[in-house]
């Protein structure tokens, strides 16, 4: 079973979101346990050390106070997009969300890497993917 996306214009991580992001914890697929989300700032990846580490911040105070079990992941380039740790904490996730500036960057990232593949394998057991 395939799980949700969510194509959001902006706002990730602010109040606006709390109703969205609660469903997308309540449908993930994390039966009888805390969801488990990663946030991915890769489209902020250009934006440099201070903007990504804004999102990675937001991002797990958000998911923090949602009572999801959140980690900030900085898949920033290419090279940060084929670490096998970093694709094995998004392969483990419910919900893999993405935030930061850059939807062309993020793809060109994202395209073909073995972070993408573990994304892949999250929606495809049933989790969700985010992002604005």
Not at 42 to 48: I, L, N, Q, S, Y
Not at 72 to 90: F, G, M, Q, T
């Amino acid at each position: 079973m395939n799980g949700l996306i969510a194509l959001l214009g902006s706002g990730e991580y602010l109040p606006v979101m709390n109703e969205v992001d609660s469903y997308l914890l309540a449908h993930c697929g994390a039966e009888r346990r805390k969801p488990r989300v990663v946030c991915l700032p890769t489209a902020a990846g250009r934006e440099g050390d201070k903007s990504v580490g804004r999102w990675m911040k937001m991002g797990v105070d958000h998911f923090t106070r949602l009572g999801a079990d959140v980690r900030a992941v900085p898949v920033i380039d290419a090279e940060s997009a084929n670490d096998l740790e970093h694709a094995a904490a998004v392969e483990e996730a419910d919900v893999v969300y993405f935030s930061g500036g850059n939807p062309t960057y993020l793809h060109q990232t994202m395209q073909g890497s073995l972070v993408w593949k573990s994304a892949q394998k999250v929606w495809e057991r049933g989790g969700a993917y985010a992002g604005c």
